[in-house]
């Protein structure tokens, strides 16, 4: 892509907008089939914050592979050290195989325990670009849904409270096996592409009624 539109600067004729989509079309289908060939052995790491009633800021760990878009980890502190993050990244594969990569941000807070530990493992660390969320959108969008679904209906107690609704709300999710939240995602992603004529048919969305229940009916394991 960058060969040809050196190309065309160079001869200085004007390209028409259709070879141009063509061009970027060719490449996002390569990206693609590229990524997807290599999605077994990819999982994601992500850190965000939720203040609680006190108006404290406690930080949340999610991670999750990207073949089966499955949340393998869930984990809060006050303080995100790299110790602390290591451990849950030895926590969150246990005796299963380890992925081959692992994508993350550049936050400060991956330090030389957290790179000793994956370099241990065997995992190659794929940090993302400076101020690039999209390149790690599975776990953007994984938070968004916990944000969306659960925390922005529910006030935070402590880290007790937290973990516990993190826990509830994956297990909701893996009770409904037809329509997680990941694949929901993506489905409206790939629904958004298609005619005009298809957009207006929405997926019905879960009530939120029946995600309250659930996080009430399981108050007692905190």
């Known amino acids: 892509m960058v060969s040809y539109l050196s190309s065309a600067l160079r001869s200085g004729r004007p390209r028409s907008p259709s070879t141009w989509s063509r061009r970027g079309a060719h490449h996002r289908r390569a990206g693609e089939r590229s990524f997807n060939n290599h999605a077994e052995g990819v999982a994601a790491l992500d850190l965000f914050v939720v203040p609680t009633l006190s108006f404290r800021l406690l930080f949340g760990m999610l991670m999750l592979r990207h073949d089966r878009r499955e949340i393998l980890w869930l984990g809060v502190t006050a303080h995100p050290t790299a110790e602390w993050i290591a451990q849950q990244v030895t926590e969150a594969f246990g005796w299963d195989k380890p992925p081959k990569y692992l994508l993350r941000d550049r936050d400060q807070a991956y330090g030389d325990a957290f790179m000793s530990r994956i370099r241990a493992m065997g995992i190659r660390d794929r940090p993302t670009a400076a101020r690039s969320p999209w390149q790690n959108g599975y776990c953007e969008w994984a938070i968004g849904s916990i944000r969306r679904d659960c925390l922005d209906h529910v006030i935070v107690l402590g880290e ?3 973990l516990h609704l993190l826990r509830c709300y994956a297990s909701y999710l893996q009770s409904e096996p037809n329509t997680p939240v990941l694949e929901q ?22 009530p939120a009624s029946s995600l309250r229940s659930y996080l009430i009916s399981d108050r007692e394991g905190w």
């Not at 995602?185 to 790939?190: H, I, Q, T, V």
């Not at 957009?199 to 969305?205: G, L, T």
Request: aromatic share 0%; charged share 45%.
């Open 160 to 162: 007790r409270h937290l």
């Open 185 to 206: 995602g993506c489905a409206d992603e790939a629904t958004s592409s298609r005619p005009r004529e298809h957009r207006s048919k929405a997926r019905p969305r879960r």
